[in-house]
């Protein structure tokens, strides 16, 4: 019996009330979960400061003197204990407002004692309110003088009793029962290579450190541990998708594709748009089912290369569809393929929510039959009734919108599954593409056509509306057109909605017919409503579009070169993003006007500056992963990077890299894991694959 796999109801000190809150409110269920659960900071009581040079911040010290004097002072409110404190460099005063009395009788003058807690300035003066105090001898004598680990609490665990001090006092005791069970879980080379001490080392460390270096090793060590493990569960589920989902080969490049290379292609593909195309026809060129993230800035040509890729398809012989989040973006992108396939004898169709019955009957049928070559459509592609004679490929496009069980909905229609082409404009920083989509092969395009010029952005507020409506004026005399968006929040949606409409009224007075028209969009409107607004816009009939969120995404209007984004503060870092992204498509200079009140907080000043800084999608997707955290990052939900309890992903990305490198390197090597030096690598992951957690494994 595995001693680790206990329940933490059976340690000294727990019992099954504790047992119970620790599993509630931390997950703590046995001893193995109770060792890797490890403190989230330390605090170091190796070192003193000299009062004479505290730092000037509210930062944690501890200092050694004795206690001049004290006395309890009235206040406005109730009364307080002042102590002066010294220790031969100067003197700071020691505060309490509760339990004073109590405390004042056990003061010791003129007695060695050992003073810990935060500093408060004012102005010159500095205190420190309920300081924690120490007689030296007793500090002494209860080795205090350490780095002392501060472990993750909630507010219940606290009120329950379950203090710092318990959870401490539990460690003890665990590390007293089962120190000789620690089994290591690196291969010997990887420990050499890379410097890393031994597991059992490292576990002791990272609970009762000696001093920071040997801290720092520890968590070097279980960092990489941890990250090495994720990356191999990442690279072997791919792996074995590979192996037994056998796909599709679309072994030739056809008529088609040619004939459209060379004689409808309207412009030259950049030259990342022609690697990911290579990648693509390379994938689908090996007899397994391609699953390809395909990342791309906004703007930066996708649907070309989504075009392409379904072209192979049908050169060899399938049908192909292209799922989109939205009505009006599947309709836009039946529009652009329509045109840009115009000339070839290919039958494509659209199906939407708010197509017809018997349209819609008519399309189910050509579909079976085969006569349909290409499907564009929304949700409605992947209902029941929807069935392919030869479906070979499926793209997707803005795919945070959709579930991976959409996803796998899609596949479940054929023999086969077809090859799949998940289009995202969300960035997401490489390495946690890495980890969240370790399992889909990624392609980059990371190059905007020619001749883009970069989007002005700039901030302005209430004050600057009459120039923001001179600016746009003389845009127009440009013949260019405008955006300008409005928020919409669920839970406010009715004053959201007024917002919208005072807008809209405000810009009517401001731009009246007949020199000026005006489109609105937004989502109580019908489906039928918004296509025309959006229809005018496009075709250029109008010079305005108001609208709510539902144009940001996909929307393709090169001549819009105005994007003005009302109380933009309080839209996310990626939604500007993908918003900006509308304008900036054509080859004029294009500008981004965000409105925000003064009055914003910290956080939401951080994003819009950000969008005022730069342009770059990964560098905007680097600061929302800091602002926000992985946790609420699309598609994060599905992956194992909710359960990193040591590592970070933003600030341990050069580890993550080597631990992914070691990981490929032994599985392509031996993927079996069956040469004795990684012996140890596979009782490690057989043990994490069937207790479903990356740090069940020690034993
Ligand atoms: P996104 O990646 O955001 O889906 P789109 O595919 O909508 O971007 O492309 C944005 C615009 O750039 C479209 O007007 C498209 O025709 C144009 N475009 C795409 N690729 C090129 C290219 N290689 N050269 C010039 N224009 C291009
Ligand atoms: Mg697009």
Request: hydrophobic residues 40%.
């Amino acid at each position: 019996m595995d001693i680790l796999q206990t329940p933490i109801e059976y340690l000294k000190g727990i019992g099954p009330n504790r047992a119970s809150l620790l599993k509630e409110e931390l997950g703590i269920k046995t001893y193995q979960d109770l060792l890797h659960f490890f403190p989230n900071r330390y605090i170091d009581r190796t070192t003193f400061y000299a009062i004479n040079q505290l730092p000037k911040n509210n930062s944690e010290v501890q200092l050694k003197g004795s206690i001049v004097s004290h006395k309890i002072i009235p206040q406005a409110k109730g009364k307080r204990l002042a102590a002066v404190f010294s220790d031969g460099t100067s003197t700071l005063e020691l505060v309490w407002f509760r339990g004073y009395r109590w405390i004042q009788e056990s003061l010791k003058s003129n007695t060695p004692y050992v003073v810990f807690g935060r500093l408060n300035w004012y102005g010159n003066k500095v205190s420190i309110a309920h300081p924690e105090l120490t007689l030296v001898e007793d500090y002494k004598q209860r080795n205090l003088g350490a780095f002392h680990p501060v472990y993750p609490s909630t507010e219940k665990l606290i009120n329950k009793g379950i203090s710092q001090r318990v959870v401490k006092q539990s460690m003890e005791h665990l590390f007293r029962q089962v120190h000789k069970e620690f089994v290591e879980t690196l291969p010997e080379f990887i420990l050499e290579e890379l410097k890393l001490i031994p597991k059992k080392e490292a576990i002791i460390q990272i609970h009762f450190p000696a001093n920071q270096n040997q801290l720092t090793r520890a968590q070097f060590r279980l960092k990489f541990e941890e990250l090495f493990y994720i990356q191999m569960q990442l690279l072997q589920k791919n792996r074995l998708q590979k192996q037994k989902v056998k796909g599709y080969v679309f072994e030739h490049v056809g008529t088609l594709f040619n004939e459209f290379f060379s004689n409808h292609l309207p412009f030259q593909l950049t030259q990342a748009q022609q690697r990911v195309v290579r990648e693509i026809r390379n994938d689908m060129g090996t007899g397994k089912q391609m699953n390809r993230l395909l990342q791309g800035d906004v703007g930066s040509g996708k649907t070309m290369v989504a075009l392409l890729s379904m072209l192979i398809g049908l050169d060899n012989g399938f049908q192909a569809c292209l799922m989109a989040p939205t009505e009006i973006l599947a309709q836009q992108h039946f529009q652009s393929l329509k045109e840009g396939l115009g000339k070839m004898e290919l039958n494509i169709a659209l199906l939407t929510g708010s197509v017809k019955a018997a349209k819609r009957k008519e399309i189910h049928e050509a579909l079976e039959k085969g006569s349909l070559n290409i499907l564009i459509g929304t949700h409605a592609l992947i209902e029941d009734k929807v069935r392919f004679k030869n479906l070979g490929i499926a793209i997707i496009d803005e795919q945070h919108r959709f579930g991976v069980a959409q996803r796998a909905k899609l596949w479940r229609k054929n023999k086969l599954p077809p090859h799949i082409l998940v289009m995202t404009a969300t960035p997401i920083p490489r390495t946690l593409a890495m980890s969240v989509y370790g399992d889909l092969d990624i392609s980059v395009i990371d190059e905007l056509p020619p001749g883009r010029k970069s989007v002005k952005t700039v901030l302005r507020n209430d004050s600057n509306r009459l120039q923001v409506f001179q600016f746009i004026r003389e845009e127009i005399k440009q013949e260019k057109q405008i955006y300008v968006v409005y928020p919409l929040i669920q839970e406010s949606e009715k004053m959201d909605y007024k917002d919208l409409m005072d807008g809209y009224e405000s810009l009517v007075r401001e731009f009246p017919l007949p020199k000026y028209r005006i489109s609105i969009v937004h989502g109580k409107m019908k489906p039928k409503e918004k296509d025309f607004e959006m229809q005018r816009f496009v075709e250029g009939k109008t010079q305005l579009m108001v609208a709510t969120t539902v144009i940001e995404v996909g929307v393709n209007v090169p001549n819009a070169s105005v994007m003005v984004i009302e109380s933009a503060e309080r839209f996310g870092l990626s939604q500007l993003h993908q918003l900006r992204g509308r304008v900036g498509r054509g080859n004029d200079q294009s500008y981004c006007i965000l409105m925000s009140s003064h009055k914003k907080s910290k956080e939401a000043n951080t994003r819009l500056q950000t969008m005022v800084q730069t342009n770059d999608g990964f560098e905007i997707a680097e600061v929302d992963l800091r602002l926000r955290g992985p946790g609420d990052l699309m598609g994060t939900q599905q992956s194992g990077i909710l359960q990193l309890k040591i590592a970070d992903l933003l600030r341990d990305q050069e580890l993550l890299k080597t631990a992914r490198i070691y990981a490929k390197k032994i599985i392509s090597e031996d993927p079996e894991l069956s040469d004795i030096k990684h012996q140890k690598v596979r009782t490690t992951y057989s043990k994490i694959t069937t207790h479903k957690n990356i740090w069940n494994y020690i034993s």
